[in-house]
């Protein structure tokens, strides 16, 4: 029996979004403040994925300078209708600001998923985790949380509904909210499903740490009311101390071309903090060093309610779709800037590269990145990083330095400045 082994994918692939387009899988994951915008990965037997790129290219599609660590992309919310890729995203202000925090809201769209993407039209400022629901009569909504800056529990008010006109570009009619969450509280990343005659509610509840959760309801009509699911949440890691997935939750369904149903959430991997050790600590509450992470379990129907095979607890190993295997070549372990584009596993901090103060023509071969701000600067810094997938690895930069850079006053600028181009090897 061929398997899938949990992470699918790992290191820093936070909020999966998924969805079936006839025979080919993608799932969307979160991006922050790195830039190009939300990460776009592909797949044929949901065992074997790549990246292939990124929805948000231009500074016209997201724009992030001055933002904070943790702001940006959250949530990205992936469908398909009308022979069109949708995609609902939110640009969140000021996160760290409590009841301050922004979270201008927008959909693109694309008739192929690799782009070109179409300007972000707005779809409010309700909360951070938009989507898009496309109902069988062609009428589309929004579906996105609450933020309430009011002094409360929580800041999360519940979840909220409205018509998009596709046509206008823009919502219309009265918001309604539909649904307030259960005790996790919380209550985040919204997504309807329609499955024979019953729109079915799947939230992230709990928060994003440990007590992390997908929970489900449902209705007969998109509107509600929603009643709750008998068994929720129906994807946790909470109080689970051995489980070696853990904080797990933001899901949503996929069914595979023979019936057969997935869930696909966050989980991170957490290991031992040496002055709290998991033996004997209350929760298994180490670093998830590799960030949030994702992952798939195998889904039943019953009652008409959808349940994680083997109970609430994700796990390590689950059964994998009866499709053919269709693994992709091995990504090179070692690269040498030889092509005229970067890959696309490659991000910067909130801004677009350009040959300003990034190169890969000046010296062939190398990449020539140009210094700009100091470190702790939310401005104009020269960076490239790729995400760090395994917990045991080797990385290695071959880095010739050239064209010192003096202040004023003839000394050197900070480490950061020190040098006004690094030429880069990446031999990792």
Known sequence: ???????????????????????????????????????LHHSKDLVNWRIIGHVLNTVDHLDMRGMDNSEGVYAPALSYADGKFWCCFSNVHSCRGGTWMSTPSYVVSAEDIHGPWSKPLSIGNYGFDPSLFHDDDGKKYMVNMVWDGRKKTDFFGGIVLQEFDAELGQLVGEEKVVFNGTKLGCTEG??????????????????????????????????????LHPENPILTSRHQDDAELQRAGHGFLVETQNGEWYLSHLCGRPISDPENPKETSKYAQGRCTLGRETALQNVEWRDNWPFVVGGTTPRLEIQAPKLAAQPWPIEASRDDFDNNTLAVKYQSLKDPFEESWISLSKRPGYLRLAGRDYLYSRYNQSMLAQRVTAFNCISENRCRVCSPLTTANGRFGSLLLTWRTLLFKNLS
């Open 190 to 227: 919204p997504q309807i499903l329609k499955k024979d005659g019953w729109y079915y509610l799947i939230t992230a509840e709990g928060g994003t740490s440990y007590d992390h959760a997908v929970t489900v309801c449902r209705a007969k009509n998109v509107w509600g009311p929603y009643e």
């Open 1 to 39: 029996m061929a398997t899938i082994t949990n992470p699918i994918l790992t290191g820093f692939r936070p909020d999966p979004s998924i969805i079936r387009v006839e025979d080919d899988y993608y799932i969307a994951t979160s991006t922050f403040e790195w830039f190009p915008g939300i990460l």
